[in-house]
Structures are given as C-alpha cells and as structure tokens.
C-alpha cells in the first residue's frame, strides 16, 4: 500500500490546513487511517485515527476540538482538517494505515506515507 501525504506548509498561528493522505489502494476502505506527528526531537506522537467506514474517530486530547479526521473511500484518500493552529503543531505530519491493533499506537500501523511538514509562526 503506498500512501503520499500533502497539504503541509507555512501558516501563522489560529491558521488552519488541510492535509491529505492519497492512496491507490483498491482495498483501502478495509484499513483504519491514522495520523501522527513527529517534531524535532520527540518521538512520533498520535494525532488521530478514523475507522474504516468514519463511524468512530479519535483524537489526541492536544487537538480535540481543534482538528477534525476524515476520509473519502471512493478518492481512496483520508483528510485532516487542522483549525486554530499553535506553534506547539509544528511537526511532521505522518498518514497511515492499519488493519488491527491499537488505534494509537505507531507499531499498529501497517504502511506510512512519507510525511509533510507543517510549520506554525507566531
């Protein structure tokens, strides 16, 4: 499964984007889309995950409210809607999927993209 991330760049603080996550999975609807975030220094963190048919969705508790998971099964391609941005969001953000596992854990996750930068001015 090949996944490509996009969307990222520059935006000042209280700023939104949008990042996507494409594949060319024909069974992509069968995997749980996760994204996750890695900035300088720290490990790579849990941002939220969305099931398989966008029943449930979960959320780290530094972006609930803020930042809103989606996914589109016909595009094969999964959303992150990221409103009122800090600097604190500044990172790497990573798309990815699983078929099993927990929801919040990296090692759960199958198959990454390869990440899309985002960064936030003050």
């Known amino acids: 499964v090949q996944l490509q991330a996009s969307g990222g760049g520059l935006v000042q603080a209280g700023g939104s984007l949008r990042l996507s996550c494409a594949s060319s999975?024909?069974?992509?609807?069968?995997?749980?889309v996760g994204w996750f975030r890695q900035a300088p220094g720290k490990e790579r963190e849990f941002v939220a995950a969305?099931?398989?048919?966008?029943?449930?969705?979960y959320y780290a508790d530094s972006v609930k409210g803020r930042f809103s998971i989606s996914r589109d099964n016909a595009k094969s391609t999964g959303y992150l809607q990221m409103n009122s941005l800090t600097p604190e969001d500044t990172a790497v953000y990573y798309c990815?999927?699983?078929?099993?596992?927990?929801?919040?854990?990296?090692?759960?996750?199958?198959?990454w993209g390869q990440g899309t930068l985002v960064t936030v001015s003050s």
């Open positions: 990815a999927v699983r078929r099993s596992g927990s929801r919040y854990a990296v090692e759960s996750y199958e198959y």
């Open positions: 999975e024909r069974t992509f609807s069968s995997y749980y």
């Open positions: 969305i099931s398989q048919i966008s029943s449930s969705r």
